[in-house]
C-alpha cells in the first residue's frame, strides 16, 4: 500500500480550477508536515504549498498564493489542494510529500523538496489557453 496517493488531476482551459486530493494513511498533524509540489516538462521539482506540522501554518510559493489553497481537516484526512485561476504555466506533474522533520525556518525550508522523505506518485495537471 502506497503511503500517500495523489489524485484530481485532469486537463482544464485557463482561468479554471482543479481540486487535488493526497490520500496520506495517517501523515499530516503533527508530527509530519504536508506539501504539495509540482514538476513541469523539462524543470527541476519545485515547491508548490506546505503545512507546517501543527496544522496552521501554510507556506506557498510565490507563483501560486491568492490562487491556490493547501488543507487538510485532520490528521486521518485526504491533504488537499485547492487550484483556481489556472494558468498555462501551472501545467505539471503535481505530488504529494511528507516529512517528519520540524523546524522554524520559513517558506525557503518548508518548500524544498530535499525536506521531505515519502512521496506518492503523482497527479498530471495539465492547462490550456
Known amino acids: 500500500q502506497e503511503p500517500l496517493v495523489e489524485s484530481g488531476g485532469g486537463s482544464v482551459q485557463a482561468g479554471g480550477s482543479l481540486r487535488l486530493s493526497c490520500a496520506t494513511s495517517?501523515?499530516?498533524?503533527?508530527?509530519?508536515?504536508m506539501a504539495w509540489f509540482r514538476q513541469g516538462p523539462g524543470k527541476e521539482r519545485e515547491g508548490v504549498a506546505a503545512l507546517r506540522s501543527d496544522g496552521v501554518v501554510k507556506y506557498y510559493a510565490d507563483s501560486v498564493r491568492g490562487r491556490f489553497t493547501i488543507s487538510q481537516d485532520t490528521t486521518k484526512s485526504p491533504l488537499y489542494l485547492q487550484m483556481n485561476s489556472l494558468q498555462p504555466e501551472d501545467t505539471a506533474m503535481y505530488y504529494c510529500?511528507?516529512?517528519?522533520?520540524?523546524?522554524?525556518?520559513?517558506?525557503?525550508?518548508?518548500?524544498?523538496?530535499?525536506?521531505?522523505?515519502?512521496w506518492g506518485q503523482g497527479t498530471q495537471v495539465t492547462v490550456s489557453s
Open positions: 495517517g501523515y499530516g498533524y503533527g508530527p509530519y508536515s
Open positions: 510529500a511528507a516529512t517528519p522533520r520540524t523546524t522554524t525556518y520559513g517558506a525557503s525550508w518548508y518548500l524544498n523538496p530535499e525536506k521531505y522523505n515519502v
